[in-house]
């Protein structure tokens, strides 16, 4: 199944719940138990100049952007300052990062922590390659308590099932 407008398909192990409401061109995200409690999200080709999701006002509440001078390593920073800006959130935390194939081309692997607007401490795992130019990725987000080790397992067996078509 093809995800966020893009070349990725995934094949997904169970049921996921597809939401409605995208973050941004070429994003797509999913649920197993609702957006606040578990969502994976795909970005499928994030082209050089573009923010990782839609800005809210360009102006007023700018976004990173990933370019084409983005090195694979400067990823995970670039998720941490794009969850600051929107999320509005002062705790993000870059756990571990390591390299990790990601459909098929040389990327990264990298776990963060954050506590948002609701108070509620997160746990977050994400997988990244750049591509012809283009940010591909997949983070899964959730409550660190519960949530987030009742289902990464899941996440990782979509992470694993991805490919570009």
Do not use: C
């Amino acid at each position: 199944m093809t995800v966020a407008d893009s070349a990725v398909s995934v094949t997904p192990s169970r049921d996921w719940n597809r939401l409605g409401v995208s973050a941004g061109k070429n994003t797509e995200t999913w649920t197993l138990d609702g957006d606040q409690l578990n969502d994976v999200t795909f970005y499928g080709g994030i082209a050089a100049g573009k923010p990782l999701i839609k800005e809210r006002s360009k102006k007023k509440e700018p976004l990173p952007k990933f370019t084409k001078d983005t090195l694979i390593v400067e990823v995970p920073e670039l998720l941490e300052s794009t969850y600051r800006a929107y999320k509005q959130i002062g705790t993000f935390s870059v756990a571990s990062t390591e390299p990790a194939e990601f459909l098929g081309h040389e990327g990264v692997r990298f776990t963060y922590t954050y506590t948002d607007s609701d108070n509620l401490p997160r746990k977050g795992e994400a997988s990244a390659a750049i591509i012809k130019g283009s940010l591909y990725m997949m983070t899964f987000d959730a409550p660190r308590l519960y949530y987030f080790d009742q289902a990464v397992g899941d996440f990782r067996a979509l992470v694993k099932s991805a490919i570009l078509t």
